[in-house]
């Protein structure tokens, strides 16, 4: 990855079938949601946000490191549980191997993070909890339900989303950088977010819309030191996510998001309507979307998590020197 972080190191799809050994997973959950990674060798931090035990295979080369961030009401660990075949064909793709002269670009395999949302929410947040005759202390109750930001009612303003932000970026920090994003429902909408946010010249344009409105949401806090150590992300990927329509955030939007993208859509759809998906698909250069004959949920079918996965190979699976062919090698025979 070009980035200044220390070394933690048309689409054409296809899969690379190796054993299965040594994927990395990392859950990231604040300290108020509990011991959660207590079975993923987990060890608490004073900061709030606990990190994984010491890496196994692989542990000391170069890992491809991916953003997962989960849905609204969901938390790390849940989307983890949720996306665990898509996890399996990921590791397929990028086995953790020696270090090769001519195709080594990801060695140590692949470190997948789930951070949690900041947001916990209650049940009177949550789409479909029925406050007819509830009582007010039952509404405030806590729930293992988190969210990026909330939607203020009568709006589309985010309200918390600096807080869910700053989350992401200290996940960011916390792993020396990452290479690409994948996000469910509002957590696709924050891949969007993110992948704009690292990509060069954003902060310009940011404050660009601030001058002329001052309402216009601006260019986070730590965003600007922490691109320029990470970098463009080499890819994004929504599952069954959005664009945030209101004005105030046209920033992460115009100009498109420059980075890879990739959008996938269930058809059945009824959480997040088509043309909101849509809507992002149009906000990214090349407006790549795949459809899945399905409804709001990340597909684990083979065929479609084999489509996402040629995907991330397409955009992260680069030849670090020219490859050579027998006749052209410099060999003592």
Not at 124 to 141: F, H, L, Q, R
Not at 255 to 282: A, W, Y
Not at 309 to 324: Q, W
Request: charged fraction near 25%; proline fraction near 7%.
């Amino acid at each position: 990855m070009p980035n200044g972080f220390p070394a933690s190191p048309a689409l054409r799809f296809s899969i690379t079938r190796t054993p299965q050994r040594g994927i990395i997973t990392k859950y990231l959950t604040r300290s108020t949601v509990g011991n959660r990674g207590s079975k993923s060798g987990m060890s608490a931090s004073t900061s709030g946000v606990a990190t994984p035990a010491e890496d196994g295979v692989g542990s000391g080369l170069r890992k491809l490191k991916i953003l997962m961030l989960h849905g609204y009401t969901q938390s790390g660990p849940l989307f983890h549980a949720k996306t665990r075949a898509l996890e399996k064909i990921l590791h397929k793709a990028f086995p953790p191997k020696p270090i090769s002269p001519i195709f080594s670009s990801y060695p140590g395999g692949v470190h997948l993070l789930y951070p949690t949302a900041p947001l916990r929410l209650v049940p009177a947040d949550i789409p479909g909890y029925n406050v007819e005759g509830a009582e007010d202390e039952g509404m405030k109750e806590e729930t293992d339900a988190w969210g990026w930001w909330r939607r203020e009612t009568g709006s589309a303003v985010y309200s918390g989303l600096e807080d869910g932000l700053r989350t992401i970026r200290t996940t960011i920090e916390d792993a020396g950088g990452v290479d690409g994003v994948i996000g469910f429902s509002q957590g696709g909408c924050a891949a969007a977010f993110v992948a704009s946010l690292l990509e060069p010249g954003r902060q310009d344009t940011f404050e660009k819309y601030k001058a002329k409105d001052s309402s216009a949401f601006g260019y986070p806090e730590g965003w600007e030191e922490l691109q320029k150590i990470n970098g463009e992300l080499k890819f994004g990927v929504s599952y069954s996510g959005f664009y945030a329509p209101d004005e105030i955030y046209k920033g992460f939007f115009e100009p498109k998001i420059r980075t890879k993208f990739l959008s996938v859509i269930g058809s059945l759809d009824s959480v997040v309507e088509e043309h909101r998906s849509k809507g992002l698909v149009e906000r990214t250069e090349g407006a790549r979307v795949v459809f899945h004959p399905g409804g709001h949920f990340v597909p684990v079918g083979k065929d479609m998590a084999s489509v996402v996965v040629g995907f991330v190979r397409e955009c992260c699976l680069v030849k670090d020197e020219k490859e050579e062919s027998v006749e052209d090698m410099d060999v003592p025979f």
